[in-house]
């Protein structure tokens, strides 16, 4: 069972605008990360946030994390067109010692328009 | 490019054969991961190799499935008896330890017709 919801299922923007997406979990983390597929490809890794971080930036991806709310967003500001693909976020589980993998989500759809 | 590999990177096969995918995980890497992602889902994790031995399998891997790492070094991943619901896309990820980045490769697409 998949441990994260994204939200939303789709987002579809005007380039230069900015884009938020939001990730609910169940468990406990000791880290969550961001990932960015392209149709059809393999998943690029934006960012690893830890447990004990509240937000992190990395170029124009900024990612917040609550865990008291179990929740995530990933803001991507100035939006591109090559920024166009599907988004991820990913859970490890805090409460299962030596836990390695990760849970997705089912990930949100963007769409940035020219 | 020192990033993981997969091969092949596309498979047609047809019902009831046996197909074996390869990956190659950045070389410094000790832990190594297979997913399955099916159209419109998030990938979900199958089987973990930290060195050469497998210490965790989901309940998705089911006996037609196994996978090796022989060498702590690359990886296999082999379906037996091939079905129409195992046709999706598999990855492969690789990490240094424990609560860092994992790192995906490509990705095999399997089309059982």
């Known amino acids: 069972s998949q441990q994260g919801e994204e939200d939303p299922q789709a987002l579809s923007i005007q380039e230069g605008e900015n884009a938020t997406m939001n990730c609910s979990y169940k468990t406990s983390i000791n880290n969550l990360q961001w990932y960015r597929q392209n149709s059809g490809r393999g998943l690029v890794h934006l960012i690893l946030i830890r447990s004990n971080e509240r937000e992190k930036h990395s170029g124009r991806l900024r990612v917040t994390l609550d865990t008291s709310k179990k929740s995530s967003s990933l803001l991507i500001t100035a939006s591109r067109a090559a920024d166009t693909a599907s988004y991820f976020c990913?859970?490890?589980?805090?409460?299962?010692?030596?836990?390695?993998?990760?849970?997705f989500g089912q990930g949100t759809r963007l769409t940035i328009n020219p | 490019d020192t990033g993981v590999s997969q091969n092949p990177r596309h498979k047609i096969t047809k019902r009831g054969q046996n197909v074996t995918f390869r990956c190659d995980p950045i070389s410094e890497h000790n832990r190594l991961y297979w997913y399955r992602q099916t159209l419109g889902q998030g990938p979900e994790f199958l089987t973990y190799f930290q060195n050469e031995a497998q210490l965790e399998k989901s309940r998705l891997l089911s006996d037609r499935f196994s996978a090796e790492r022989p060498k702590g070094s690359f990886s296999t991943l082999e379906i037996q008896r091939t079905e129409q619901g195992d046709s999706a896309m598999y990855l492969c990820a690789s990490s240094l330890a424990q609560g860092r980045e994992q790192y995906f490769g490509p990705g095999t697409r399997l089309t059982v017709t």
């Open positions: 990913a859970t490890d589980n805090a409460q299962i010692q030596g836990a390695q993998k990760l849970v």
